[in-house]
């Protein structure tokens, strides 16, 4: 039997919601540290080591730091954080002060991995942003160093870029952009490391289609779609979407956010109870064509 760690070695929690108002379906908004270090806690009894974190997402570095903290887990999780994107990206000691700022707030004396926030940066990176970073790792501050894009085209060349390992992409059972442009086979041919997020579209694929916030309202008929398929197959929305993500992203990490425990243990039973083999195949057969306005959390004008 496998155990819990094994089962979920490929799962990351994010910790956007750990410190600010995050996702279109949140209802509870940022969790109190008890709740917050709960979810850390409920993440790692079922195997997850790798955490999500950011600058920009308000006090989630310090309330994961203080979280693992208090738990003993600081020396053996996996942290992964991003540059807030106001940043002087141009100086090196902007960044590096920046990347000191991260290890004070998170207890650790090294990051697993530095991501650069905004697809943009990309273009610094062979202009000396790269160089930059590079010596953070060298002088043991970062493990790896990453970043987290928004289009296909700027993933792929980022797999291609000297020295970046890794990439974050939004990716679901609705939005196949970066399978069809080949970003998950050209990341195996580098040898790179691919983080998913999104993958419930920062909760709109779990919200009841006939209660949307007028700025999402154009979703509900692909929402309905998405919900008569789930049914049809005796499957939550939930576990539809984690289920397709396991299996289309066989090589992938997933990162999963969660505003309370219960959203963290349902997200793991479903990720250890398999959907039907065929299944993904319809999934990508039903859902082709989806408007980008549906697919672009920063088109919704929330």
Do not use: C
Not at 59 to 73: R, T
């Amino acid at each position: 039997m496998e155990s819990p760690s094994s089962q979920t070695s490929r799962l990351v929690l994010g910790t956007a919601q750990l410190g600010m108002y995050y996702g279109v379906a949140n209802k509870t908004g940022q969790p109190d540290f008890i709740t917050a270090e709960s979810i850390v806690a409920a993440a790692w009894e079922n195997g997850v080591r790798e955490f999500d974190t950011a600058q920009a997402y308000g006090e989630s570095e310090k309330v994961l730091g203080q979280a693992l903290h208090s738990l003993g887990k600081s020396n053996d999780a996996r942290i992964i954080s991003k540059i807030h994107p106001e940043t002087d990206h141009n100086r090196t000691e902007s960044l590096r002060h920046a990347v000191e700022r991260s290890l004070e707030n998170l207890k650790v004396p090294k990051l697993f991995a530095l991501m650069l926030h905004k697809e943009a940066l990309l273009d610094l990176w062979d202009n000396g942003l790269g160089e930059r970073l590079k010596a953070m790792v060298e002088d043991g501050l970062v493990e790896q160093l990453g970043i987290s894009v928004y289009s296909p085209e700027l993933a792929l060349s980022a797999l291609k870029s000297d020295g970046i390992s890794m990439i974050q992409i939004p990716s679901n059972l609705l939005d196949r952009r970066f399978e069809e442009a080949g970003v998950f086979s050209e990341s195996e041919r580098q040898g790179k490391h691919v983080y998913v997020r999104s993958i419930f579209l920062q909760g709109l694929l779990l919200m009841d289609p006939g209660r949307l916030p007028d700025e999402v309202r154009f979703a509900a008929p692909t929402l309905k779609r998405v919900e008569s398929l789930a049914k049809r197959n005796r499957l939550s929305r939930q576990h539809l979407a984690i289920g397709y993500a396991r299996m289309a992203y066989r090589k992938a990490k997933i990162v999963f956010g969660a505003e309370t425990v219960e959203q963290v243990r349902e997200n793991i039973v479903n990720w250890k109870s398999s959907i039907p083999e065929e299944l993904p195949i319809v999934i990508q057969e039903s859902f082709r064509d989806i408007d980008v306005k549906i697919l672009s959390p920063d088109m919704w004008k929330l």
